[in-house]
């Protein structure tokens, strides 16, 4: 008799509730964050072309509003620059300035994808760009669907902001493209 009152009880909260049950339980709002709170923009990128673009690490990087899928965004990343993919991730620094980027780009959906997938249902995960997988920063309990073929694509800011998450693919998502400065810079000097 308790259990389905107490299942009754949250029933009504999820339902009539002010929504604040599903946000404690939730951990944090991502939509509802400090825009201002210690953000620093990269720099424009440096390359002649693209100084809409930012400097972040050796890639020059732009948000795109596109809500597309992962594949989608892949192929529309290399149609943006010669050598562009989806943004790989190698420093705590370099995923901080995606944050700040994000915040200030669309600061009520700060959720985009990474350039980061499971290698057929491995464990393994690789960026598109071939770069090294070096660096990590998983929200606690991801990725949680490794394995299975579910949640094969990383994306930013699901549920702790700053942090990845596995996801489907097929969801569709704003994202970052990124390209090698150096290798712009050298057929710049051509």
Known sequence: MWKSGFVSFLLMSLLFG????????RG??????NVTSWCSMPKACDVDGFTDWFKVGHFCVKYFYGHTNFTQAEFRCRIKAPGAHLVSLHSKEDNNYLLCLVKKMNPSNLRF???GFEFFKSGKFLWVDGSYWNYQIWTSGEPNHMYTGTEECVEMNWKEVGKWNDDSCSVKKNYICAFKRHAMLKVDQE
């Open 18 to 25: 002010g929504g604040n049950f599903l946000t404690l339980e």
């Open 28 to 33: 944090f709002d991502v939509d509802h964050t």
């Open 113 to 115: 994808w990474l350039g």
